[in-house]
Protein backbone atom coordinates (compact mmCIF):
# COMPACT_ATOMS: atom_id res chain seq x y z
CA UNK A 1 0.00 0.00 0.00
CA UNK A 2 1.59 3.41 -1.14
CA UNK A 3 1.43 6.48 1.38
CA UNK A 4 1.41 9.66 0.00
CA UNK A 5 1.58 12.84 2.37
CA UNK A 6 1.50 16.31 0.13
CA UNK A 7 0.54 19.70 0.76
CA UNK A 8 -2.97 20.52 0.67
CA UNK A 9 -4.78 22.71 -2.05
CA UNK A 10 -8.11 24.28 -1.97
CA UNK A 11 -9.80 21.90 -4.12
CA UNK A 12 -9.15 19.45 -0.47
CA UNK A 13 -11.35 21.67 1.67
CA UNK A 14 -14.27 19.41 1.52
CA UNK A 15 -11.94 16.53 2.28
CA UNK A 16 -10.85 18.19 5.26
CA UNK A 17 -13.74 19.33 6.42
CA UNK A 18 -14.86 16.04 6.53
CA UNK A 19 -11.99 14.84 8.81
CA UNK A 20 -12.65 18.00 10.78
CA UNK A 21 -16.19 16.73 11.67
CA UNK A 22 -14.65 13.07 12.03
CA UNK A 23 -12.29 14.27 14.58
CA UNK A 24 -15.00 16.33 16.24
CA UNK A 25 -17.09 13.62 16.53
CA UNK A 26 -14.34 11.29 18.38
CA UNK A 27 -13.48 14.20 20.56
CA UNK A 28 -17.53 15.00 21.73
CA UNK A 29 -17.48 18.37 20.07
CA UNK A 30 -19.40 18.24 17.08
CA UNK A 31 -21.47 20.48 18.13
CA UNK A 32 -18.49 22.94 18.36
CA UNK A 33 -17.73 22.67 14.42
CA UNK A 34 -19.12 25.65 12.90
CA UNK A 35 -16.92 26.19 10.02
CA UNK A 36 -18.59 25.20 6.59
CA UNK A 37 -16.24 23.70 3.66
CA UNK A 38 -16.30 27.37 2.03
CA UNK A 39 -14.65 28.62 4.84
CA UNK A 40 -12.03 25.92 5.52
CA UNK A 41 -10.95 27.08 1.71
CA UNK A 42 -10.89 30.59 2.21
CA UNK A 43 -9.21 30.64 5.64
CA UNK A 44 -7.00 27.46 4.96
CA UNK A 45 -6.14 28.96 1.65
CA UNK A 46 -6.04 32.52 1.31
CA UNK A 47 -2.51 34.09 0.10
CA UNK A 48 -2.31 35.47 3.95
CA UNK A 49 -2.91 32.27 5.87
CA UNK A 50 -0.63 31.75 8.85
CA UNK A 51 -1.73 28.25 8.81
CA UNK A 52 -0.83 25.63 6.06
CA UNK A 53 -2.04 22.21 5.52
CA UNK A 54 -0.68 18.15 4.22
CA UNK A 55 -3.09 15.16 3.27
CA UNK A 56 -1.88 11.79 3.57
CA UNK A 57 -3.39 9.50 1.11
CA UNK A 58 -3.13 5.39 0.59
CA UNK A 59 -3.32 4.42 -2.69
CA UNK A 60 -4.79 7.45 -4.00
CA UNK A 61 -7.50 7.65 -1.21
CA UNK A 62 -7.48 10.59 1.78
CA UNK A 63 -7.19 8.58 4.74
CA UNK A 64 -6.27 12.02 7.31
CA UNK A 65 -4.71 15.38 7.43
CA UNK A 66 -2.69 17.62 9.43
CA UNK A 67 -2.80 21.46 10.00
CA UNK A 68 -0.11 23.46 11.33
CA UNK A 69 1.57 26.79 11.69
CA UNK A 70 4.62 28.59 12.93
CA UNK A 71 4.71 30.10 16.40
CA UNK A 72 7.58 32.00 17.74
CA UNK A 73 9.37 31.10 21.43
CA UNK A 74 11.05 34.19 23.20
CA UNK A 75 12.63 31.32 25.52
CA UNK A 76 14.37 29.75 22.56
CA UNK A 77 14.85 33.08 20.16
CA UNK A 78 13.25 31.22 17.15
CA UNK A 79 10.39 29.65 15.15
CA UNK A 80 8.26 26.88 16.25
CA UNK A 81 5.30 24.95 14.65
CA UNK A 82 2.16 24.46 16.37
CA UNK A 83 0.14 21.23 15.17
CA UNK A 84 -3.40 22.43 15.40
CA UNK A 85 -4.89 19.04 13.97
CA UNK A 86 -3.46 15.04 12.74
CA UNK A 87 -6.02 13.12 12.05
CA UNK A 88 -5.58 9.64 10.68
CA UNK A 89 -9.39 7.94 10.17
CA UNK A 90 -10.39 4.93 12.67
CA UNK A 91 -10.38 2.26 9.83
CA UNK A 92 -6.79 3.42 8.80
CA UNK A 93 -5.00 3.86 12.11
CA UNK A 94 -2.87 1.04 13.14
CA UNK A 95 -0.53 1.34 9.94
CA UNK A 96 1.91 3.81 10.71
CA UNK A 97 0.37 6.50 8.33
CA UNK A 98 -0.25 9.08 11.86
CA UNK A 99 3.70 8.26 12.49
CA UNK A 100 4.55 9.02 8.56
CA UNK A 101 2.56 11.94 8.97
CA UNK A 102 4.17 13.21 12.21
CA UNK A 103 7.13 12.54 11.29
CA UNK A 104 6.92 14.62 8.23
CA UNK A 105 5.89 17.43 10.28
CA UNK A 106 8.82 17.13 12.43
CA UNK A 107 10.93 17.47 9.51
CA UNK A 108 9.52 20.22 7.91
CA UNK A 109 9.53 22.23 11.32
CA UNK A 110 13.46 20.97 11.83
CA UNK A 111 14.34 21.81 8.24
CA UNK A 112 13.07 25.22 8.38
CA UNK A 113 15.01 25.88 11.85
CA UNK A 114 12.07 25.43 14.07
CA UNK A 115 12.94 25.16 18.16
CA UNK A 116 9.79 22.83 18.82
CA UNK A 117 7.29 21.30 17.32
CA UNK A 118 4.04 21.00 19.70
CA UNK A 119 0.29 20.21 20.52
CA UNK A 120 -2.60 20.01 22.51
CA UNK A 121 -4.57 16.49 23.14
CA UNK A 122 -7.23 16.17 25.30
CA UNK A 123 -6.56 14.61 28.48
CA UNK A 124 -8.72 11.64 27.96
CA UNK A 125 -7.48 10.92 24.96
CA UNK A 126 -5.33 7.60 26.02
CA UNK A 127 -4.51 5.87 22.46
CA UNK A 128 -3.09 9.28 21.14
CA UNK A 129 -1.24 10.09 24.08
CA UNK A 130 0.58 6.31 24.34
CA UNK A 131 0.91 7.14 20.63
CA UNK A 132 2.40 10.83 20.86
CA UNK A 133 4.46 9.30 24.55
CA UNK A 134 5.87 5.83 22.40
CA UNK A 135 7.42 8.78 19.93
CA UNK A 136 9.15 10.40 22.50
CA UNK A 137 6.86 13.19 23.01
CA UNK A 138 6.67 14.95 26.71
CA UNK A 139 3.46 15.76 28.07
CA UNK A 140 3.83 19.99 29.16
CA UNK A 141 2.05 19.39 32.60
CA UNK A 142 2.86 22.76 34.29
CA UNK A 143 1.61 24.69 31.96
CA UNK A 144 -1.98 25.10 31.86
CA UNK A 145 -4.13 26.51 28.77
CA UNK A 146 -6.12 29.77 28.53
CA UNK A 147 -8.65 30.51 25.73
CA UNK A 148 -10.99 33.35 25.02
CA UNK A 149 -13.18 32.66 22.23
CA UNK A 150 -17.06 33.64 21.11
CA UNK A 151 -18.43 36.79 22.68
CA UNK A 152 -16.11 36.54 25.79
CA UNK A 153 -13.49 37.77 23.15
CA UNK A 154 -15.62 40.06 22.00
CA UNK A 155 -16.60 41.65 24.90
CA UNK A 156 -12.97 41.68 26.61
CA UNK A 157 -11.76 43.11 23.01
CA UNK A 158 -14.36 46.24 22.98
CA UNK A 159 -15.41 46.21 26.91
CA UNK A 160 -18.41 45.60 27.09
Known amino acids: MS ?12 AIHAFIVELAIYEKAEHEVVASVSDVAQSLFAPES ?9 DGEAIGYAVYFLSYST ?20 A ?9 LATIAADSGC ?13 AIDFYQSLGAKPQSE ?9 TLTNFAYGT
Open 115 to 127: GRLEWSVLDWNTP
Open 96 to 104: GAGKQLLRH
Open 50 to 58: PAKGLMCER
Open 143 to 151: WVRYRMAGD
Open 75 to 94: WLGRKGMYLEDLYISPKQRG
Open 3 to 14: LVIRPAVAADAA
